[in-house]
């Protein structure tokens, strides 16, 4: 195991649930939770402590087993920031920021349970793009969805990846000019 300095911040997990209780993505770092039972029981606990709460216009913080979760409700999903009770809550509310940001960047403003499920892969690329191993990597949402759909800031290819698609494209049409000659004689 890593040996991090005591003032970095550090996330114990990402969690997204749908608006029943149920485990859509989730990401834990560390050992706190080894099992999945362990988990599910962590989320099904999480879940009935917040889901009475109006968390859709402003995010809540709340405190539960000696950890304290930031969360949001968008669309019929639940989105939990966890972190241990010494972390600050502004670091945890811009992860969790970063989390639904790319996620509805990403979905293209539809965040529903079918739409996550239908691109999982995106929401746990998103997850391992904002937090990995615990340790916090990048708050901005544009970017995290960039990273997560491979390509720049800007939103281009990288350029390793645009020579590859321009000398595919470059073989495809040489390929279409041979074939066609060789059907035309």
Request: glycine residues 4%; proline residues 2%.
């Amino acid at each position: 195991m890593a040996v991090f300095d005591p003032t970095c911040p550090l996330i114990k997990a990402l969690i997204m649930l749908d608006s029943e209780g149920k485990r859509i993505a989730v990401k834990y770092y560390g050992n706190e939770w080894p099992t999945v039972a362990a988990q599910a029981e962590f989320e099904k606990s999480l879940w009935t402590k917040t889901s009475r709460t109006n968390a859709r216009q402003e995010a809540e913080i709340v405190m539960l087993d000696s950890n304290i979760m930031v969360y949001k409700y968008l669309g019929d999903l639940m989105f939990y920031v966890v972190g241990s009770q010494d972390e600050n809550e502004l670091i945890l509310y811009t992860i969790l920021q970063a989390f639904y940001e790319s996620i509805s960047i990403l979905l293209r403003q539809q965040v529903e349970k079918k739409t996550v499920l239908e691109n999982l892969d995106l929401a746990l690329l998103a997850m391992d793009e904002i937090v990995d191993g615990g340790v916090i990597l990048e708050t901005d949402a544009q970017t995290v969805a960039s990273r997560a759909t491979m390509r720049g800031a800007d939103g281009e290819l990288p350029l390793s990846e645009a020579g590859s698609v321009q000398s595919f494209s470059k073989a495809f049409a040489q390929a279409k000019e041979h074939l066609a000659r060789s059907l035309l004689k």
